[in-house]
């Protein structure tokens, strides 16, 4: 390092407060014309060429995905020497509510730490990618990505979620969708009641025998189903019925384990009720969030100097299920919370929506692109903190966390 890890940091405080208008104004930008998953074209846009006017290299519609990029400093891939950091940003708002998970202080504040650490650094050995990573509320837009290998090589991938809480890791469940259809026979209830089986009846059961099972599950896991067919007239015995149920689990190897459970429930009652059952997932599987504590405590010690000190989440907490957790188990990741408002507010609400263009959001925004922006800068520069992060992933991993 040419100059002092202080001076470094120093110089990066200067290169967001120089931009931090300007980050203002994008983030108010995308909170003014909200865009949901997968048609975030104007904030994509945006964001790409915020990134290419500073020099990065930037490659559109990656992985299939319109409305994702991925900007590119330094060596092209797997060319490079040195570590290769990779800081994400979500820009997808929710329907009807606009920005109410503040996803647009995601946006600025990732954009911010990629132009800070690359004005800050020049060029350096190692990779910065500032990766554009839409539909986080819905579909996964980081699950293409990394299924595309868009993070192979990848050493650390950085951002923060605006939230309720100023904690230093997020704890998200795994989760999936299932589809369960229970195939019976249709009969006149009355005319022929011998005849019938009763689909609908099946998946009541099924519905019955999770209520026994939801008592033993594990911290984190938790299945949430809806009946979303459950015949067709009251004169006609259901020949089909079918759940749609959302399954959590605490880890990624819980999740696996709850599903086995619903498999083995509804082949019990299809058994019970001589009925047929069909079990298939449906959508993508999103992945338990693991923390890197090297990373997460390197961007926790940068926010504590800005003035916002993060602590460890409540035990037994959990925050719902993101696309990172995808990203998080395939490659060193962080992704801490940062309040917005109190704690007992909520995000999903018009009243979050209101703080993601406050100024206690702007405040946010700021403070997490100088730390995101000084973790960087460590990653790239010090070889030790990606061997020591990825020492953390590997334990973590073998752990089953
Ligand atoms: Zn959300
Ligand atoms: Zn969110």
């Known amino acids: ?7 470094l940091y120093a110089r990066i405080k200067e290169e967001v407060g120089v931009r931090a208008d300007r980050l203002w104004e994008l983030s108010l930008a995308l909170h003014r014309e909200p ?25 559109r519609g990656v992985a299939g995905l319109p409305t994702a990029f991925v900007a590119r400093t330094g060596p092209a891939a797997g060319a490079g020497e040195g570590p290769c950091l990779a800081l994400l940003m979500e820009y997808d708002a929710l329907p009807l509510l606009g920005h109410a998970c503040g996803h647009n202080l995601i946006a600025s504040a990732g954009l911010g730490a990629a132009l800070a650490v690359r004005a800050a650094l020049g060029e350096v050995e190692g990779t910065l ?18 299924e595309a290998g868009l993070f192979d090589g990848v050493d650390a991938a950085l951002m923060f979620h605006p939230g309720v809480y100023d904690w230093v890791w997020a704890p998200l469940t795994a989760s999936a969708q299932v589809r369960v259809g229970f195939h019976g026979r249709a009969a006149h209830p009355t005319g022929s009641p ?35 067919d459950g015949g067709r007239a009251t004169n006609i015995v259901p020949e089909y019925a079918e759940g749609l149920f959302g399954l959590r689990g605490g880890t990624t190897a819980a ?5 086995e459970e619903l498999r083995s429930c509804a082949q019990g009652v299809a058994l019970a009720t001589r009925t047929r059952v069909e079990v298939t997932g449906v959508g993508g599987r999103y992945e338990h969030f693991r923390d890197n504590d090297v990373l997460s405590g390197l961007f926790a010690g940068h926010l504590d100097r800005v003035g916002i000190s993060l602590s460890e989440p409540t035990p037994g907490v959990y925050l719902g299920s993101s696309d990172i957790g995808n990203v998080s188990t395939r490659v060193p990741a962080i992704h801490p919370w940062i309040a917005i408002m109190d704690s007992d507010g909520s995000d999903h609400t018009p009243q979050f929506a209101e703080a993601a263009a406050g100024p206690r959001g702007r405040r946010a925004m700021l403070a997490a692109a100088e730390a995101l922006a000084c973790t960087a800068a460590d ?11 990825w020492a953390c992933f590997h334990r973590k991993a073998t752990a089953g966390l």
């Open 1 to 7: 390092m040419s100059q002092t890890p202080e001076a």
């Open 35 to 59: 865009e949901t998953a997968y048609e975030e074209h104007r904030a994509s846009r945006l964001l790409a060429d915020a990134l290419e006017a500073e020099g990065f290299r930037v490659e």
């Open 129 to 146: 990618l500032a990766v554009g990573t839409p539909a986080e509320e819905r579909g996964g837009g980081k699950v293409a990505e990394v």
């Open 194 to 228: 011998t005849e019938g089986i009763d689909a609908l009846g099946a998946l009541i059961q099924l519905f019955n025998a999770l209520g026994v099972l939801h008592k033993r599950l594990p911290d984190g896991s938790h299945i949430q189903g809806i009946v979303t």
């Open 255 to 259: 999740l696996e384990e709850l599903m």
């Open 379 to 389: 990653v790239l520069l010090r070889a030790d903190v990606s061997e020591r992060a």
